[in-house]
């Protein structure tokens, strides 16, 4: 019912710039927090980045500076604009969304996620 789709992954030298994109589509009736978690090999998901439906973000440590989260809420799309790329955030990257939908008469909150983009750096 929920699709978040993700754009933009590639393979850039150190210090380059990567942007991502995810936009979500469906039954949605509203979304809370939009984000973006990586997974590097052999290691834990973790956030990169989390924006609120009131435009408040948070950062991992090792991102602060060098990446920004934005979001398009008439498009229901979220961005990750990625500068100064160093090797270790290479890693697979995850969109989320904390999304409310219409079921019928009612409506149902969850988290969704992407299906992974690959950042190379």
């Known amino acids: 019912q929920v699709q978040l789709v993700e754009s933009g992954g590639g393979l850039v030298q150190t210090g380059g710039s990567l942007r991502l994109s995810c936009a979500a589509s469906?039954?949605?009736?509203?979304?809370?927090?939009l984000g973006w978690y990586r997974q590097a090999p052999g290691k834990k998901r973790e956030l990169v980045a989390l924006?609120?439906?009131?435009?408040?973000?948070n950062y991992a440590d090792s991102v602060k500076g060098r990446i920004t989260i934005s979001r398009n809420n008439a498009k229901n799309t979220v961005y990750l604009q990625m500068n100064s790329l160093k090797p270790e955030d290479t890693a697979v990257y995850y969109c989320?969304?904390?999304?409310?939908?219409?079921?019928?008469?009612?409506?149902?909150?969850?988290?969704?996620w992407g299906q992974g983009t690959q950042g190379t750096c």
């Open positions: 924006i609120t439906s009131g435009g408040s973000t």
């Open positions: 469906g039954s949605i009736f509203s979304i809370s927090a």
């Open positions: 989320y969304a904390d999304i409310t939908i219409l079921v019928v008469a009612t409506t149902l909150k969850g988290d969704y």
